[in-house]
């Protein structure tokens, strides 16, 4: 059985875990601790080091995929939404190689989570464009075109009404930290989904995130022409994508 080690992190936590690359599965318990406060680049690879030691990976020859929220572009990270500045500009995936000991594969956390959704997931098999969010501390995005990954998409930091990133007004987080019910944070949603609907005109929506887990409780409240399904994988997406694409 081929494998390969995903590590997916995020804004409040870090994942990982082994993965089947066959089936696209977990091959192992998925682990986890918490993202450093600040997250800058150093206290980020301690942490991903903790959780490759708990998984007890540390000197295994298996490929190693790592997603992270932000633009990555051959390597560097040139954004840098719920960590430090310091990561904009920065040669992350050298960084981490040297920090690790070992080649890894570095990429957008919602990329890896749709790549996992097209190879394994929700959008199987799905032609035309696949527009995957990830709801959480932001919105990340994966566009997928006949099951082909076009990277770095940021609908999450799309300007929208008074907000500069209308992940700021939309995304788990703010249902989160304002005490919205399913019902107000749905109308937030669909004004979202409606606005990337026009402008795209997607043949699926597939949601990801922790929160997809949920998605009975606010995907049916949302009134577009667009199908609308929930992750397959869900809160697993970006360790298998990550994984998938260091395996290949």
Do not use: C
């Amino acid at each position: 059985m081929a494998k390969a080690i995903g590590v997916d992190i995020g804004g409040t936590g870090i994942k990982a875990g082994i993965v089947d690359l066959e089936h696209g599965t977990m091959a192992s318990e998925r682990v986890r601790v918490p993202t450093p406060e600040g997250a800058s680049p150093q206290d980020v690879l301690n942490a991903v080091q903790t959780v490759l030691k708990t998984l007890d990976v540390e000197g295994s020859d298996l490929p190693l995929g790592v997603a992270f929220p932000a633009i990555v572009k051959r390597g560097k990270t040139l954004s840098a939404a719920n960590v430090s500045k310091e990561w904009i500009g920065f040669d992350a995936e050298q960084f981490f190689r040297t920090g690790l000991g070992r080649s890894i594969v570095f990429v957008n956390d919602a990329d890896a989570a749709g790549v996992a959704e097209a190879r394994h997931g929700a959008a199987r098999d799905v032609a035309g464009l696949v527009l995957l969010t990830t709801l959480g501390t932001g919105i990340g995005s994966a566009f997928l075109y006949d099951g082909v990954l076009i990277p770095n998409s940021e609908l999450g930091h799309l300007n929208f009404r008074e907000f500069e990133s209308v992940e700021r007004w939309a995304a788990t987080s703010a249902r989160e930290r304002e005490d919205l019910s399913w019902e107000a944070w749905a109308e937030r949603l669909q004004a979202f989904y409606s606005h990337i609907e026009f402008l795209f005109s997607p043949d699926l929506f597939v949601v990801g995130g922790g929160v997809s887990k949920n998605a009975d409780h606010f995907l049916p409240l949302l009134d577009l022409q667009t199908p609308i399904v929930p992750a397959i994988h869900r809160n697993n997406s970006g360790i298998i994508g990550a994984a998938s694409l260091a395996g290949d």
